[in-house]
């Protein structure tokens, strides 16, 4: 009989990881497929004090090595391969990939998401180090200390003004001389004692 199996999960980050463990527990039989590095975004962080359950001193390596162990101790099996196309319909779903294919009754899609990078001399080295991706994440980390916001989309606003309660000051800056963010967060923006805008 054709290898099929229960669960297909599209990602190892935390969801994929976490949708893993609980299926395998299921005793379904589940593959986790990951194009890059296992573990998503949060394993580029040094420091992780928001996540639910972390023990103290955890890092984002350490909680996907704890979370990787737990899915892998239920029997999920994991694979380094690209997703090329997903076709949903029928009973039977189909997972190609660029080394193969796979099938199974169902799919659960657990993509995270990817920052857009600037590229410019220090980004990478600098990440997690005061460069951040995600303010809620780590706004704690720039309490008093005056930070940079890059981009003039919704996101890169909504991001901005949620620093301001807690960095001394918020400088946007943008390569456009206004904001593409929605008029309403631009209001807000504009009217936020503690942002500068740099055009």
Not at 42 to 47: A, G, L, Q, S, Y
Request: with cysteine; net charge neutral; aromatic share 8%.
């Amino acid at each position: 009989m054709e290898n099929v199996y229960d669960v297909i999960i599209v990602g190892c980050g935390p969801a994929g990881l976490a949708a893993g463990l609980y299926s395998a527990r299921a005793k379904m039989k589940t593959l986790i497929l990951e194009k890059g590095k296992t573990g998503g975004q949060i394993v580029t962080t040094n420091e992780v004090a928001n996540y639910p359950g972390s023990i103290k001193e955890a890092t984002g390596p350490t909680l996907i090595a704890r979370m990787v162990e737990q899915a892998e101790e239920f029997g999920a099996e994991r694979k380094n391969d690209a997703v090329v196309s997903v076709d949903l319909n029928g009973k039977i779903k189909v997972v190609k990939c660029e080394n193969g294919e796979y099938k199974g009754k169902a799919v659960i899609i657990a993509t995270g998401a990817t920052p857009r990078k600037l590229g410019v001399p220090g980004e990478e080295k600098l990440t997690g180090k005061g460069v951040s991706y995600c303010a809620t994440c780590d706004a704690d980390f720039f309490t008093d200390l005056e930070v940079f916001v890059i981009g003039g989309g919704d996101s890169a606003i909504e991001e901005a003004i949620y620093l301001t309660k807690f960095a001394r000051k918020v400088i946007v800056v943008h390569r456009r001389d206004e904001l593409r963010a929605a008029k309403s967060i631009q209001e807000k923006a504009f009217k936020n004692e503690k942002m500068e805008f740099i055009w």
